[in-house]
């Protein structure tokens, strides 16, 4: 099966820093990658859509200047939240789809950020 | 609007056959997602029905009703490792997922 990485895994910082978060397809192109934020025993919630070479379409309510999302390549997006704070801990979860008919996202395995 | 309703949690016994329910409304449907989800963890694709009827895979089943906007997931001979979130996942007109709150399994032994 199409294999989804995350990085890093776990991170913890202060606030007022700003962190960057790696999703990259390992063995298929993916046209469009989501992010998800997911908070303790709650549903995913889609932060924003990115398409490769595009600018990612956020969500309503997800601020776009503190979630900066770059979708370089075809198998790497990246999400830096920015000047970070401790409301913004959370459980980051990035997918990818490769596109056609099927619309099975490939998830990977997340990153879990904790701002002090 | 777009709404997805699953029981929040229910309880089986190891060995067992248990049946979760999810009915959704969306705007457009382009097919239907099951995943699960273990504490902590990203999702993991389970199954995915876009006609109606009955998809077996293994130890589970997916079942799909469009005109009930019903669906659910079977899961039989249950093992300790099934204890998991279970979520069900509508996509609509825009080939976005609409995520619920999922349902929480818990397997006693």
């Known amino acids: 099966g199409a294999v989804v990485s995350q990085h890093p895994s776990r991170v913890i910082c202060k606030s007022g820093t700003s962190v960057k978060i790696e999703c990259r397809s390992l063995?298929?192109?993916?046209?469009?990658m989501f992010w998800y934020r997911q908070f303790p025993k709650q549903s995913l919630m889609l932060m924003a859509t990115?398409?490769?070479?595009?600018?990612?379409?956020?969500e309503q309510g997800v601020e776009k200047d503190k979630f900066l999302i770059n979708h370089a390549s075809l198998t790497l997006s990246t999400l830096t939240v920015t000047s970070a704070h401790p409301e913004d801990s959370s459980f980051y979860i990035c997918?990818?789809?490769?596109?056609?008919?099927?619309?099975?996202?490939?998830f990977g395995p997340g990153t879990r950020l904790t701002v002090l | 609007g777009q709404n997805i309703d699953q029981p929040t949690e229910m309880t089986a016994t190891e060995g067992a056959i248990v049946q979760i329910n999810c009915t959704y409304q969306?705007?457009?449907?382009?097919?239907l997602f099951w995943y699960q989800q273990h504490a902590g963890e990203a999702p993991t694709f389970l199954s995915y029905?876009?006609l109606d009827g009955l998809e077996e895979k293994g130890r589970f089943s997916s079942f799909l009703s469009r005109s009930k906007g019903y669906s659910y997931l079977l899961l039989k001979e249950l093992q300790m490792k099934d204890s998991a979130s279970y979520l069900c996942?509508?996509?609509?007109?825009?080939?976005?997922?609409?995520w619920g709150a999922g349902t929480k399994l818990i397997i006693k032994p």
């Open positions: 997918s990818a789809r490769a596109g056609g008919d099927f619309n099975e996202q490939f």
């Open positions: 063995d298929f192109q993916a046209t469009t």
């Open positions: 990115s398409n490769e070479g595009s600018k990612a379409t956020y």
């Open positions: 969306t705007s457009g449907f382009n097919g």
């Open positions: 029905n876009v």
């Open positions: 996942a509508p996509v609509d007109s825009n080939y976005q997922l609409i």
